[in-house]
Each structure stands twice: as structure tokens, then as C-alpha cells.
């Protein structure tokens, strides 16, 4: 695979080293197509990254290392409650210490909490991030038109999270839904995560994340 391909030029060019997906999956489906990602070209030699603007691209990474952490704290939780080691109740000191904890102390409180922050944080993005960097580099058109693509993608598995959730709420016992559904989450969000860093770190760098940012 090319320098270009895997991001290799943001390292060299940035020193920032976006995260790579797994190279194992947890599901055996997929909703994301991951082989014609688009990629917006390797910038020219002349153009400079401040140490300003690397903090920005450093940012994104940041915010996706919260998440990915947070998203494997559920994944514990819910293998743990599912393996009999330990009860909801015992894992409610563990669930306080997650910015993304849920108002009442249950496995369907901290996955709807993870959902609603991840629902929000695309939002953003979709809203806002990306119609700045569409309009200060052009040659990402392509890379923010997945990218938006990729997050209709990943409400589709969140509203699967929420309906299996809903399902385990009516039988406490059956965790195979919910297992499938959060597994389907974990590939997905693994992978969106990655391809996104690759391609917008380095326009953060460069743009930041709103109008004189940098």
C-alpha cells in the first residue's frame, strides 16, 4: 500500500501519527465501504504546519482516543456482567469514572450515554467542521462527502445499539443482540475513526476547526 494510501505522508510531514483500525474485527458484518475511501491529495512541499495548528489536528486524535477508551470500558462491562464476574451494581464505581456515564447506574444507561455523545460529536463535524475545511481546501470535497456518508452509516448501528438495548431491557438474560449490536459498533466506529484521522489531520493542522482559528 502506497505512502499515500495509509497516511504515511501526515506522519512524515505533521509528526502526528494518525490511529490505525484493528486488523481484526469483532462482527461479521460491515455497513461501511472501506476499499474506494477516498483520499485528498499530499499537500505541496511549500505548505508549513505551525505548531498552532498541529495542536488542532492533535485535537481530533485526542477526542477519538476518549472515545475508542470509553467505547472499550462498555465493551469490559458488558463482557464482565455477561460472564457472571460481576453485577451492575458492582460496576457503578467503574461507569462514574466515564465522562459518558448515564444518569442511572445500568448497561442500557452507559451504552445510550455512549451513543448520545457520539450522535452529538458527529453532529458537530457534519455541521460545522466540515463546511469550513470544505471551504478552505476544495480538494477535500470528495474525503468530507464519505466522511458525512460514513456518519449516516454509523446512526443506522446506533439505532441497532438502541433496539438491542430495548430487547435486552425485556429479557435481562439474552445478551446475544446486544453482543452483536456493540461489536458492529466497535468495527465500525474503529474504522471511521481511522480513515478520518488520516485524512483530516492534516487539514486541521492547516485550517483548524472554525474560521480564525489559526
Known amino acids: ?17 494518525p490511529s490505525a483500525a484493528p486488523s481484526t474485527r469483532s462482527s461479521a458484518k460491515s455497513v461501511l465501504s472501506e476499499a474506494d475511501r477516498p483520499s485528498a491529495p499530499e499537500p505541496d512541499e511549500g505548505v508549513r504546519f505551525s505548531r498552532r495548528g498541529l495542536s488542532a489536528g492533535h485535537h481530533l486524535i485526542a477526542v477519538h482516543d476518549h472515545y475508542r477508551a470509553e467505547l472499550a470500558k462498555v465493551r469490559q462491562i458488558l463482557r464482565r ?3 457472571g464476574e460481576t453485577g451492575i451494581g458492582e460496576a457503578r464505581g467503574e461507569l ?4 459518558i456515564r448515564a444518569t442511572n447506574w445500568t ?8 451513543c448520545v455523545s457520539l450522535t452529538q460529536h458527529h453532529g458537530m463535524e457534519t455541521g460545522q467542521i466540515f463546511p469550513h475545511l470544505r ?7 470528495a474525503v468530507l462527502d464519505r466522511l458525512t456518508e460514513e456518519h449516516h452509516a454509523i446512526h443506522t448501528v446506533l439505532e441497532g445499539v438502541d433496539a438491542a ?7 435481562p438474560t439474552d445478551f446475544g443482540p446486544i453482543t452483536e449490536a456493540v461489536d458492529l459498533l466497535t468495527d465500525t466506529l474503529l474504522s471511521h475513526f481511522a480513515y478520518e484521522e488520516r485524512e483530516l489531520v492534516a487539514p486541521l493542522s492547516r485550517h ?5 482559528q489559526l
Do not use: I, Y
Not at 471551504?135 to 470535497?141: E, I, P, T
Open 1 to 17: 500500500m502506497s505512502d499515500h494510501a495509509t497516511g504515511g505522508w501526515v506522519t512524515r510531514r505533521t509528526g502526528l501519527v
Open 81 to 83: 456482567v455477561k460472564e
Open 96 to 99: 462514574n469514572g466515564l465522562t
Open 107 to 114: 448497561l442500557h444507561g452507559a451504552c445510550q450515554a455512549q
Open 135 to 141: 471551504r478552505s481546501q476544495r480538494d477535500l470535497g
Open 165 to 171: 438495548l430495548v430487547h435486552l431491557a425485556g429479557d
Open 208 to 212: 483548524g476547526f472554525f474560521p480564525g
